[in-house]
């Protein structure tokens, strides 16, 4: 199993532009989520999906959109990027929500100029 | 609302030193407390997981316990080694229908 993928590694934005961060995960895993991850912050919660078709918003959803048509890929949308976003994203699953391990990807680096 | 708490925020010891990591948090209705090793500029990496109902769980070097009532954990590593240095998170699992509450961690260096 490759685990939880993440891509691109590294990305850097102008204000105003839009991207996707692409998470997939081959455990036929239920939940997916993404955080952000800043300094002196820790990691806080953007969007988490249950199931493929269901999604929620976490403590930071402003500025991101989710889908989730497959149970594999769980893309991360940055509509008009601001410099506010610039931080590492990490997208994690686990088996169900509750009373399972989490499995975490490499993260994206993402820097807004 | 949840809150997980990690003190110290940085700890420095000698290598072979036993050493003990703390998790407190404030709400003791928890499905599970997981362990997390994150190195610089990487993931997290789970260590160990701890269901509510268990008072421990080992892994190696590692032993991680939990005190639902108490609302406390900790993550303690045997003869530690300079490759443990890295920044050691934990987070709570909340009854109910909230995802993972995670604390801020623990930045831990192993000086041989």
């Known amino acids: 199993n490759a685990g939880v993928t993440q891509t691109p590694k590294f990305q850097v934005l102008k204000t105003g532009q839009s991207m996707t961060l692409q998470c997939a995960q081959d455990m036929n895993h239920e939940y997916m989520s993404w955080y952000r991850q800043d300094p002196g912050m820790g990691l806080r919660l953007i969007h988490y999906?249950?199931?493929?078709?269901?999604?929620d918003q976490g403590e930071v959803p402003n500025g991101y959109n989710v889908s989730r048509s497959t149970t594999e890929d769980f893309p991360l949308r940055l509509l008009s990027a601001a410099p506010s976003q610039t931080s590492v994203y990490f997208c994690?699953?686990?088996?169900?929500?509750?009373?399972?391990?989490?499995?975490f990807g490499p993260g994206t680096r993402l820097t807004v100029t | 609302k949840q809150e997980v708490t990690q003190i110290p925020a940085a700890l420095s010891v000698p290598e072979g030193e036993n050493l003990v990591l703390n998790c407190s948090f404030t709400d003791s209705a928890i499905y599970n407390l997981q362990w997390f090793r994150q190195d610089p500029g990487k993931g997290l990496t789970s260590l160990l997981l701890?269901?509510?109902?268990?008072r421990e769980q080992t892994s190696g070097r590692l032993n991680a316990s939990l005190d639902k009532s108490s609302g406390r954990s900790t993550l303690y590593i045997a003869a530690s080694q300079p490759g443990d240095s890295a920044t050691y998170l934990c987070?709570?699992?909340?009854?109910?229908?909230?995802?993972?509450?995670f604390g801020k961690g623990t930045r831990l260096s192993v000086i041989a």
């Open positions: 994690a699953s686990s088996l169900h929500r509750d009373n399972y391990e989490q499995y």
């Open positions: 987070a709570v699992s909340p009854s109910g229908n909230t995802p993972l509450v």
């Open positions: 701890i269901q509510s109902s268990q």
């Open positions: 999906s249950v199931g493929a078709g269901i999604t």
